[in-house]
């Protein structure tokens, strides 16, 4: 089968944590820049892809990539690419384009010469002059970046973090594909207690289950390539399949959530049960200085509620306080905090941060505090 080039696109700051599942899943010929990860792929990995990765933004097929500093030069490499091996005679496009630091600074117009360029190689590769548009959908990208223009074609639709068990929230929530990221940058493992005393509608704890029972992130929802020719159904039928009997049982799971508002919960709880989880996860109405840590070791990964279901300062300052009072004599515990306040830290005072990543939450930049507890001791290997 002929090798293909994938691109996984994610937000700044999770490229290393979307090569590492690549890695995982078998693809070669990985490349990474800033936001995307370049890998060699099949025709039928398309699903998989789509299917399985947790952090990405979006899976792209990679067309071509050529320099152009003129509309010229643009459109006749542009009419070189084979779109026909993708987009069918009926087939409707669409072309969108974003550019940085290149000649051609106009997207509106490198849009447009790309929409006629792909027009003319499709009139010549069919031998027809009028186009139906009444197939399957395909949108291009045209992206310039220092003059060299990427033509891709979006296989996904809408963002993988749309998985298709979250019920609609109000203020900025926690994307899905950063809650996965947040869970696989800590020191958690299913055998390990997980809690999360603002768990808001419960992401992040729903990511972590997914992620211990190995639950394809992709499988309740729909993609824009699924009804592709060149794809086929039965690539994604074997896909699906294959990603089912994947799953396997969470056993003794040690995942707790817990929220001052009982609405809130609610939606956790129906959210977790729509994500196949909800027998993984235990929740709670419960305000955080009425959270009880009786355990010496854990993992607690959190978003707190700044600018999001709080901006009263004095309500603020006081859930700082209690957290920190929580977890200050906790040296067991490994304490995981995003949040976009640069003031958390100075809340949290149990020790500095041991290390802070710069995230994005879509376009709201955001830290992840991170501060390493005291490890369990290993228990006795078994006679």
């Known amino acids: 089968m002929q090798t293909i080039r994938l691109i996984a696109t994610t937000q700044f700051g999770l490229e290393a944590i979307v090569k590492r599942e690549l890695i ?32 990405a933004d979006r899976v792209r097929l990679k067309i071509g990539a050529f320099k152009a500093v003129t509309f010229e030069e643009l459109f006749e490499q542009t009419k070189d690419l084979p779109w026909e091996d993708w987009i069918t005679v009926d087939g409707q496009f669409t072309v969108t384009g974003k550019c940085v630091k290149s000649e051609l600074m106009s997207v509106r117009s490198s849009q447009s010469i790309v929409k006629k360029a792909v027009v003319e190689r499709l009139k010549s590769a069919y031998n027809v002059d009028w186009f139906d548009e009444t197939g399957e959908a395909y949108t291009i990208e045209v992206a310039l970046l220092q003059d060299v223009a990427t033509l891709t074609i979006d296989t996904s639709g809408s963002g993988l973090h749309k998985r298709g068990y979250r019920e609609a929230s109000g203020g900025a929530p926690l994307r899905e594909t950063l809650a996965a990221g947040l869970v696989k940058l800590s020191y958690w493992f299913p055998d390990r207690y997980l809690l999360d005393p603002l768990c808001g509608s419960g992401t992040i704890l729903i990511e972590a289950a997914m992620i211990a029972a190995n639950i394809a992130p992709g499988l309740n929802r729909s993609f824009a390539s699924e009804g592709w020719e060149t794809i086929g159904g039965d690539a994604w039928r074997l896909a699906r399949e294959s990603a089912r009997d994947a799953e396997k049982p969470f056993e003794e799971p040690m995942i707790y959530g817990s929220d001052y508002d009982e609405d809130v919960i609610r939606i956790a709880k129906r959210n977790a049960e729509m994500a ?5 996860i235990q929740f709670e109405t419960k305000p955080l200085n009425e959270v009880w840590v009786d355990r010496q070791y854990g993992i607690v990964i959190t978003n707190p509620p700044y600018g999001q279901r709080m901006s009263d300062f004095e309500a603020l300052n006081k859930l700082y306080i209690n957290f920190h009072k929580m977890f200050r004599k906790k040296k067991g515990w490994s304490i995981y905090v995003i949040t976009s306040d640069r003031q958390f830290p100075n809340y949290f005072k149990r020790a500095r941060p041991d290390r802070v990543r710069k995230l994005y939450n879509g376009p709201i930049e955001t830290n992840y505090y991170q501060y390493y507890g005291e490890r369990p001791p290993r228990e006795p290997k078994k006679t």
Do not use: K
């Not at 995982?24 to 995307?36: D, N």
């Open 24 to 55: 995982a899943l078998g693809y070669e010929g990985i490349s990474v820049t800033p936001g995307r990860i370049e890998f060699d792929a099949t025709t039928a990995d398309i699903p998989r892809v789509n299917l399985w990765l947790r952090c």
């Open 276 to 280: 196949g989880v909800g027998d993984y």
